[in-house]
Nanobody, 124 residues
């Protein structure tokens, strides 16, 4: 079992930045691929970015390339999402997810563990 807890969400103006954190506990963090998804009201949950096991490659949705960066700290069992140049369309609940299988994996049903989510709101 892996428990995931997100933090760092909030309200920010367009063009601003936020850093989300996802703290993992349970199994060895480095054995899992980690990803961030988001879900806006009335929309399906969508893949944002992810990082493979032991940092073996990163993958980004086109909508966030060049603005968002995923990173991990194995010593702290934490994955981060640095979000810059935020836009109102980035407004959503952001979820952290973990997967023990192959990488890349951009689909919701490929993930075994999920956090509770953290709200990000970008005002125009």
């Amino acid at each position: 079992q892996v428990q995931l807890v997100e933090s760092g969400g909030g309200l920010v103006q367009a063009g601003g930045s936020l850093r989300l954190s996802c703290a993992a506990s349970g199994r060895t963090f480095s054995n899992y691929a980690m990803a961030w998804f988001r879900q806006a009201p009335g929309k399906e949950r969508e893949f944002v970015t992810g990082i493979g096991r032991r940092g073996s490659g990163t993958y980004y949705a086109d909508s966030v390339k060049g603005r968002f960066t995923i990173s991990g700290d194995n010593a702290k069992n934490t994955v981060y999402l640095q979000m810059n140049s935020l836009k109102p369309e980035d407004t959503a609940v952001y979820y952290c997810a973990a997967r023990g299988g192959s990488w890349p994996a951009p689909r919701v049903n490929e993930y075994d563990y999920w956090g509770q989510g953290t709200q990000v709101t970008v005002s125009s």
